[in-house]
């Protein structure tokens, strides 16, 4: 029994007597990654919808009507997240800044591609990084 209660108190000491100083550091959190859970969940939902839309849940006009605001919704995250992914190195390093702005001419020709799916055909009226309609990437070199 003295036994039980002073493992029971050492247990209690331990616990109250931890100092903050003693703990590991937490790990930094990526400022884009509440957007990419956002874009995560958007994609699920265009796979939810389809999937409904598949099952004559939904009719032709609530089906493109709502895909076309999740396809919004998704170019509208993958451009924050891009946007903060270009910010990043920008605030650690004013020498990057330049580099990081010589490669801009080159994506416009791949954004007009990122309009059709090289998978499945798919077309969007605005550029987005991924299909809306089979989830995989819109550029065909990198799958």
């Known amino acids: 029994m003295i036994l039980a209660a002073a493992l029971a108190?050492?247990?209690?000491?331990?616990?109250?007597?931890?100092?903050p100083s003693d703990l590991p550091p937490a790990?930094?959190?990526?400022?884009?990654?509440?957007l990419e859970q956002r874009r995560k969940t958007v994609y699920d939902n265009l796979r939810d919808l389809q999937f409904e839309y598949r099952l004559?849940?939904?009719?032709?006009?609530?089906?493109?009507?709502?895909?076309?605001?999740?396809?919004?919704?998704l170019a509208q995250l993958s451009a924050a997240i891009e946007g903060s992914r270009a910010a990043g190195p920008t605030r650690r390093s004013t020498a990057a800044?330049?580099?990081?702005?010589?490669?801009?001419?080159?994506?416009?020709?791949?954004?007009?591609?990122?309009?059709?799916?090289?998978?499945?055909?798919?077309?969007?009226?605005?550029?987005l990084k991924f299909c809306g309609e089979c989830g995989r990437a819109m550029s065909g070199g990198n799958s």
């Open 9 to 19: 108190l050492g247990a209690l000491a331990l616990v109250l007597l931890v100092r």
């Open 56 to 73: 004559g849940k939904l009719s032709d006009a609530d089906y493109q009507e709502a895909k076309k605001l999740l396809q919004q919704e």
């Open 27 to 34: 790990e930094p959190v990526s400022p884009s990654a509440h």
């Open 97 to 127: 800044a330049p580099a990081a702005a010589a490669p801009g001419p080159p994506s416009p020709p791949a954004q007009s591609a990122a309009t059709v799916c090289p998978h499945c055909g798919a077309r969007f009226a605005q550029p």
